[in-house]
């Protein structure tokens, strides 16, 4: 080596020296390609490389060639002006207007197209290019979201559901920042790299580039560099060796080592609210930076499979390949986002052909695709109208479930459509015949307590509390139990809270923070106020939400002890202010501090940045109620309808102002069109049914007793009752003799005495 290349070098070695300690920095994916080209040519043309692109003809699937999509009677164009995109569509004000389009989102099995704004909002146009082969049914325009094309809906084009910069920018681009500015409700959102880049994934590059600098000229390389190659995580595999047992059929990890790949992925590809742009995620855990949804109702069916779009990562947790170290690239390419290797052979990675072939496992056709591994365990269920996704919680077919929880199963959603007498009963009794030994058909599964749980009824407690302290189960599940458990404060969910508050997973410590809502001050404090200085932001924010509640009811030296985590809370609304949700928690802390005026305008923020959506109203309305203002409350709930945010909860908290100032024709009328929008809200039409008792008996009884068949809950029964001995009701003594079953003698007694 020349005198002066050695200098080079040790220059390198001393700067690389002064570095440590810093925060590496991002150098962008062509300065990879030199010692990378094989896994760059993977990477080209990928879903991640098509992430986000510039309008090009290179990047652009669509025909803007003139185009015309006629929809609701209306004819929509997309065409060029010079080297420019546009369309022509419907505004939110109801006229037709030129956009120009600017970026491309996706690319297969559909592409979307975005347009920025002067405030820095960038939204997905309503209309996506169907890019499947003509084949197939695409290279066609069509409506996403047909249903919901109404201005008032928060995924119109324009609105909330549709804005880039929320909800899709942070998995689409590389080092994304945000950057809202709550005081003007403007956005300044930029990026590293427009699309989804090598650091995306490996994290910024320059420390990695002056290791293999160092490592190229045989210098020494500091230990800060040594590790991951210079990288601060490890994307290898969690398991090197797997192990057959004698007589199994299943391979087995011999051991599960720690790495940063699921992580990694899962920032991405998992359902979440984003709660930081600035904690690592990485170095500590998901939940420093993201609020994981559980299995709720809205995203899953009751025995987690998929319903709603969860990204995979929610469904995975729930699976055995995740106990046993099972990571995303063991089946997946990462670079060209494709399965690693043909189909067929992925599971046989791990499952052994002999045990699991056609003949004795699947019982399908040999060959066919009704036999393939993933037909059967990984159904899949099409989002966006084109795009199936597989569902990755790895479930075993359950048509008992089916048949007792009204839960799918992949065996009828395959055979029914061909043939009708292939139903849930006749799946039951395939299966008992194939596999009469089968240790999953006829077995207890955590969606019985969850839908007990969703139910309301009586044994929902002990089951739920039995799942969220079954070590058996992952971990995602016993804290989706525990967030279940909120609505059944009880002494054994107390133990199951508080144990869940203790335990290591930090899903589950937010579940037991959930769960512990319905608590009086001194049993949630003793539960939750540890979890303020948790490790993990999710869990300290959590936790001090919840606490923050009991406000005025605490110590000056509790208050001392909540204020770092609330302060951080408060740090996660300003966030996420774009959204009223967090305009909305904000104004909630201000009223548990008896800040009431910086409550209204936190509330009136919410208004501002959502004017469609009822928690604004609804939470300044009750702001209005405290201060013995109803008559601004009621204006305001006129407002909210007027702007089309009357969903069920503005429906019910206006019709329970109009009945405290004794309105009760109109309370009924509102009652009843919260109750009709939301039919399953058992107190919706409880309440409906106390306010027309007077006036309409006939839909009092109607009401009361949808509440009680909703939930068996003897005070409803009771209510019921009442009202049917009031109006002379013929069932009148039916329904006490049903009473008679549940609630105590004197209960009965006292309404007998009033026939």
Known sequence: MGLVQSLVWTILALVSLSKQGLAAEYVGTPQCIECHQQEYDQWQGSHHDMAMSHMSDDAVQGDFNNAELEFNGKTNRFFRRGDRYWVNIEGPDGAFHDYEITYTFG????????????????????????????????????????????????????????????????????????????????????????????????????????????????????????????????????????????????????????????????????????????????????????????????????????????????????SAMAENGVVCSNCHNPHTAQLAMPEEVVCSQCHMPTHYNDEIHSRHEVGSEEAMCTSCHMPETTYMQVDPRRDHSWQVPRPDLSLSLGTPNVCVTCHQPNDPKQDDQWAYDTLKQWFPDSRYLDSDHFAQGFTAGEQGVQQAESQLSYIAQNKNEAAIIRASALERLTQYPSQNSLVAVARGAKDPNELIRVGAVTGAELFPVDVAWRVVSPLLEDDVLAVRVEAAASLSRFWQQLTPAQKQQLQPALNEYIDVQHYNSDRAAGRVSLGNVYVNQGRLDEAEQAYLGAIMVEPYSSSGYVNLADLYRVQKKDLQAQQLFDKGIAAGAADSTLHYAYGLNLVRQQAYEGATEQLKQAAELDPQNAQYWYVLGLASRESDKALSVKALGSAYQLTNNPQYLYALCDVMIDAKHSSANRCLQQLQKVAPQEAVNELRAKQ
């Not at 609020?291 to 969860?310: K, M, S, T, V």
């Open 107 to 318: 690319f297969e099995p559909l592409q979307q197209y975005m347009t920025e704004f002067d405030d820095g909002r960038v939204q997905l146009i309503p209309f996506a290019w169907d890019t499947r082969s003509h084949e197939q049914g695409g290279q066609r325009w069509f409506h996403l979201y047909p249903n919901m094309s109404d201005p008032s809906h928060d995924f119109y084009w324009t609105n909330v559901g549709q804005n880039w910069n929320y909800m899709c920018a942070d998995c689409h681009s590389t080092d994304l920042k945000k950057n809202y500015d709550v005081s003007t409700n403007t956005y300044a959102t930029s990026w590293f790299e427009i699309n989804v880049g090598c650091e995306a994934c490996h994290g910024p590059a320059s420390d990695h580039m002056q290791w293999a600098e160092l490592d190229k000229s045989g210098q020494a390389i500091p230990d800060a560099l040594q590790a991951h190659a210079g990288f601060n995580r490890n994307l290898d595999k969690a398991v090197s060796q797997w192990l057959l047992a004698d007589g199994e059929g299943t391979l087995h990890p011999e051991s599960i080592q720690a790495t940063d790949q699921v992580t990694v992925c899962a920032q991405c590809h998992s359902r979440r609210t984003q709660i930081s742009d600035s904690t690592d995620h990485v170095q500590g855990v998901l939940s420093d930076r993201y609020r994981l949804n559980l299995l709720e109702p809205a995203l899953y069916h009751a025995d987690g499979q998929i319903f709603d779009e969860d990204y995979v990562y929610g469904s995975f947790l729930q």
